[in-house]
Structure formats: C-alpha cells, structure tokens
C-alpha cells in the first residue's frame, strides 16, 4: 500500500531497499478533529522551523494544545524559552503555558545550531515582548502534571533533542501509559546533518533518544528522509508574506532565513521546515506514509555517534527476536505540507 505516494520515485532517488518501499502505508499516530481534538504538548527548542511548527499547532483546531515545553538545542534553553513565550504571543495563543526544561543533555554535553538558526535561535526576527512568563515547576514536571490531569492520553510532539521527555518517562514511569503517541521529528534512515551518521536533535542526546526509542511508547519518527522531501523556497516565503497576517510575515521572515543560510552553504534554493513536519502528520490523516521498523540509537563515542539505525526488513527482525518499535516516514507530499502552513498562517493573527 503506497497510500497514493510515489513512493517507487523516491525509494529510486534515495537508493532504498525494496522491503521499504513495500513496507511504506498509512500512518497509525493518532489524529485529532475540530470536534474531538487532540490533547498535544509540544516539546521544542525554537528555533526557525520550531517556530512555524508552533504556529501550525496554534492556529489548527485539531489540536487542544496543552502546553510548548523547552529543550536546550538550536540555541541555549533560556533563549528557547523567550521565543516559544513570544511566539505563543504573536499567535494569539498566551492561553497555552510555557514551561523550560533541559539546558544540555543527560550527560552533560551542549550541542547549539546557532550557525542555523541565529543566536537567538530565530534568525534576525524581532519579536514583541511575552505577556507571560515561564512556568515556575519546569518542563518535565509540567508534562508530567499534565498527563496525570488529563482525562485522556496525551500525544506529544518532541522537535528538539529527546532529554525532557527521556527525564518524564524515568522520573514517572507510571504516567507512560498516559501518552497516546510520540510524533517526534529525529533520526535519519539515511544520512545525517549534523554529522554523516547523525541528525542533530539525536546527535545532540544520543542517551536520551535511546530511552525514548526502548521505552514502548508508540513512536511516528519523521525524520530527513522525508523533512528533504518538503522544501519550501523563495516563492513560498512570499506566499506567506502575502497572506496579509503579522504571523505570515514572521513565518516568511524565518524561512528567508534558513534559504538565506542553505544558500551560503550548499548552493541550494530550497529549505527543510523539518519541525512542522512532524506536526502537520499529527493534523491530518495521511500526510506522511510510513513502515514499520526497530530502531536503535548508537550511543558509542565512535563515528555513528546518535545514528538512529533503522531495520524494517521483517525476517532479520524475526531472526534477531526483535519487533518494530517505531514507524518512520518514508514519502510525504511536499506540495500539500505548504498548502497545510498557507492555511494555518493565513488563520493566525
Ligand atoms: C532538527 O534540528 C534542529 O536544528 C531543527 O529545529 C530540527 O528540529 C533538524 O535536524
Ligand atoms: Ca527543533
């Protein structure tokens, strides 16, 4: 089942095995609707493309947004947090808390992409000052807060390196069973950015990635090989400036630019808005097709270091007594995942 992808294309391009490609269906994450939306806390570092996935998640009545909790990552926690305050703001969306989580991770190290993203973590945009301020209990105790009054499972959208949500699934082993679904955007079947082996919100808390990976919750992981099949480019930034909004603007403004530091780079014209990836699978039923697989976080120190290696083909699975513990995008339709960001900035303030 190809769920009416070309899926054929793009396992030709990106050299996929043909169990991939057979393997490659409907997503099984849950799917909220104006009528019934989903509970979701966002767990982010923002961060451009953090900062267009959180506008997506405000504007879409899908979602009953719960929460925007903050992980050191693209930059430094304490910038990630007045950004995710201020974008909250600049959404019309104040209702929705903040909380700020892990500066580093588990063990320590900080890894930072402000060469992508800007010092401030969201380019050269100005943003009018929060009328909020962080929450006092912290991201993980938040979450944890959260789930436990919810009167239903949580789904959660981790768009920056994994160590709060490995902290809340240590520290409250009996909440796991309240989160519905992780829709997490991570890992790489094929190669990496942050180094050939590693995408950068693994490369930067390969531990707590591991803990994520092995904890049994369902996982969606949307990772490069299918945030590189949705590029936007000049004309899209242009379209969302043209909508008329203060949040359109912004968005343009962002995505100008990581074009402008794409361009500086690699030559390219084009740009991966990798976060709002993962949260536009969770909006809509069948965005992203995706298989099953196993996959492990490589946690040694040698050069895979945060590698998620991904096997979907079932009888090496069978032989090794292992059954898939996540499902991963493998195609997406770039041109209905801009047409899902028009309409929600064109909504927003
Ligand atoms: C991921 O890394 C970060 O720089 C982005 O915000 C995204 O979450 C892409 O590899
Ligand atoms: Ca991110």
């Given at each position: 089942?190809?769920?009416?992808?070309?899926?054929?294309?793009?396992?030709?391009?990106?050299?996929?095995?043909?169990?991939?490609?057979?393997?490659?269906?409907?997503?099984?994450?849950?799917?909220?609707?104006?009528?019934?939306?989903?509970?979701?806390?966002?767990?982010?570092?923002?961060?451009?493309?953090?900062?267009?996935?959180?506008?997506?998640?405000?504007?879409?009545?899908?979602?009953?947004?719960?929460?925007?909790?903050?992980?050191?990552?693209?930059?430094?926690?304490?910038?990630?947090?007045?950004?995710?305050?201020?974008?909250?703001?600049?959404?019309?969306?104040?209702?929705?808390?903040?909380?700020?989580?892990?500066?580093?991770?588990?063990?320590?190290?900080?890894?930072?992409?402000?060469?992508?993203?800007?010092?401030?973590?969201?380019?050269?945009?100005?943003?009018?000052?929060?009328?909020?301020?962080?929450?006092?209990?912290?991201?993980?105790?938040?979450?944890?807060?959260?789930?436990?009054?919810?009167?239903?499972?949580?789904?959660?959208?981790?768009?920056?390196?994994?160590?709060?949500?490995?902290?809340?699934?240590?520290?409250?082993?009996?909440?796991?069973?309240?989160?519905?679904?992780?829709?997490?955007?991570?890992?790489?079947?094929g190669e990496g950015n942050y180094s050939v082996s590693a995408?950068?919100?693994?490369?930067?808390?390969?531990?707590?990635?591991?803990?994520?990976?092995?904890?049994?919750?369902?996982?969606?992981?949307?990772?490069?090989?299918?945030?590189?099949?949705?590029?936007?480019?000049?004309?899209?930034?242009?379209?969302?400036?043209?909508?008329?909004?203060?949040?359109?603007?912004?968005?343009?403004?962002?995505?100008?630019?990581?074009?402008?530091?794409?361009?500086?780079?690699?030559?390219?014209?084009?740009?991966?808005?990798?976060?709002?990836?993962?949260?536009?699978?969770?909006?809509?039923?069948?965005?992203?097709?995706?298989?099953?697989?196993?996959?492990?976080?490589?946690?040694?120190?040698?050069p895979a270091?945060?590698r998620?290696?991904?096997?979907?083909?079932?009888?090496?699975?069978?032989?090794?007594?292992?059954?898939?513990?996540?499902?991963?995008?493998?195609?997406?339709?770039?041109?209905?995942?801009?047409?899902?960001?028009?309409?929600?900035?064109?909504?927003?303030?």
């Amino acid at each position: 089942m190809s769920a009416g992808y070309d899926v054929e294309r793009w396992a030709a391009v990106h050299a996929l095995p043909t169990y991939h490609r057979a393997a490659a269906g409907a997503r099984t994450a849950p799917c909220g609707t104006p009528e019934h939306p989903l509970p979701l806390i966002i767990d982010s570092d923002p961060g451009l493309d953090d900062a267009l996935a959180i506008g997506l998640a405000a504007a879409s009545l899908e979602f009953k947004l719960l929460a925007v909790t903050t992980v050191g990552g693209n930059a430094d926690v304490a910038r990630c947090t007045e950004n995710a305050l201020r974008l909250l703001h600049a959404y019309g969306r104040d209702d929705v808390p903040v909380a700020e989580g892990a500066a580093g991770a588990l063990l320590g190290s900080i890894v930072r992409a402000t060469e992508v993203h800007g010092e401030s973590g969201i380019g050269t945009t100005e943003l009018p000052p929060a009328v909020n301020t962080a929450r006092p209990e912290g991201a993980v105790a938040l979450i944890a807060r959260l789930l436990a009054e919810s009167p239903e499972p949580v789904a959660i959208a981790p768009i920056g390196p994994l160590t709060n949500i490995a902290l809340v699934l240590r520290q409250y082993p009996h909440l796991i069973s309240k989160i519905s679904h992780l829709c997490l955007m991570g890992g790489s079947i094929g190669e990496g950015n942050y180094s050939v082996s590693a995408e950068f919100n693994i490369a930067a808390d390969p531990e707590a990635a591991d803990v994520v990976f092995r904890s049994g919750v369902p996982i969606t992981m949307i990772g490069l090989d299918v945030t590189h099949q949705a590029l936007l480019d000049r004309a899209a930034a242009q379209a969302l400036r043209g909508l008329g909004t203060r949040s359109g603007v912004i968005a343009a403004e962002l995505t100008d630019y990581a074009l402008d530091r794409n361009l500086e780079w690699s030559g390219s014209t084009t740009t991966a808005i990798h976060d709002a990836v993962a949260i536009a699978h969770l909006m809509v039923g069948d965005l992203v097709a995706v298989a099953p697989y196993y996959v492990a976080v490589d946690t040694t120190q040698g050069p895979a270091r945060g590698r998620t290696v991904c096997d979907g083909l079932p009888y090496r699975l069978r032989r090794d007594g292992r059954t898939a513990n996540a499902d991963v995008g493998i195609v997406i339709d770039g041109g209905r995942f801009e047409q899902l960001l028009l309409d929600a900035f064109a909504k927003l303030p």
